[in-house]
């Protein structure tokens, strides 16, 4: 990483952090909230078709009731989803960025997807969620986290290639699957499954 261009305040980690970037505008890390619904789907419309195409790999005009509803009403144990929000309550935040693991039903395996709005990217926030992510990840005893990528999409592969993630066949043409191997101890399987129930 370059250039890292904010600053950390723990609040009670490892989810919740206060965040000042370098110019000074202050953000919340935290987990998604049932009322940060409204601001989704607000954030949604400032993002460009890029960004959008990027995430969602296919235009997409708005978010569906029925998405926004499962992104903000993670599966316990199965779900997680970490925002990058004003600090104002949810519900009158805007979003800023969304991060989000899902573990494959019957698997150790979990698929990221991660967006981080050109209004505060380019400053680490990417690789500081997707780190977040891999420690998730870690202790819920996965095995491993996989995303598909667009083949176009150089931000994105630079950054999973940061982080370890390595490039697999994509399941169609035009995507790359970039996957990172998790080393899992047994005690920590364990401690896993006591989260989960
Ligand atoms: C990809 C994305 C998450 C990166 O977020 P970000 O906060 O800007 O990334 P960071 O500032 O943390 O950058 C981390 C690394 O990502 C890579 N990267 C970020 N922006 C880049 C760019 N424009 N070109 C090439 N590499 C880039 C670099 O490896 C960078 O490290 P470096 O500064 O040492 O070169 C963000 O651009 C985004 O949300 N894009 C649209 C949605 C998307 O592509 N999602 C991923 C598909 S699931």
Redesign the pocket.
């Known amino acids: 990483?370059?250039?890292i261009l904010y600053k950390r305040h723990p609040i009670a980690p490892p989810w919740h952090e206060r965040i000042v970037l370098d110019d000074r505008r202050e953000l919340l890390m935290r987990p998604i909230d049932p009322a940060d619904a409204p601001c989704l789907r607000e954030g949604f419309a400032l993002l460009t078709p890029d960004?959008v195409r990027?995430?969602y790999q296919h235009p997409m005009k708005s978010l569906s009731e029925d998405y926004v509803q499962r992104l903000t009403h993670p599966r316990k144990g199965r779900e997680f989803v970490l925002v990058l929000a004003e600090p104002l309550p949810p519900g009158e935040a805007l979003i800023g960025a969304v991060a989000r693991l899902s573990q494959t039903d019957g698997s150790r395996d979990a698929e990221f997807?991660?967006?981080?709005s050109h209004f505060i990217?380019?400053?680490?926030?990417?690789?500081l969620l997707m780190k977040k992510l891999v420690q998730r990840a870690r202790r819920c005893g996965l095995e491993s986290i996989r995303?598909d990528?667009l083949e176009d999409?150089?931000?994105?592969l630079?950054?999973a290639e940061?982080l370890g993630f390595v490039r697999e066949s994509g399941p169609e043409a035009g995507l790359v699957r970039v996957r990172l191997t998790l080393a899992v101890r047994e005690e920590t399987l364990h401690q896993a499954r006591e989260l989960a129930h």
């Open positions: 990483m370059k250039h960004e990027m995430r997807a991660i967006l981080v990217a380019g400053r680490g926030l990417g690789l995303g990528v999409n150089t931000a994105m630079h950054l940061q």
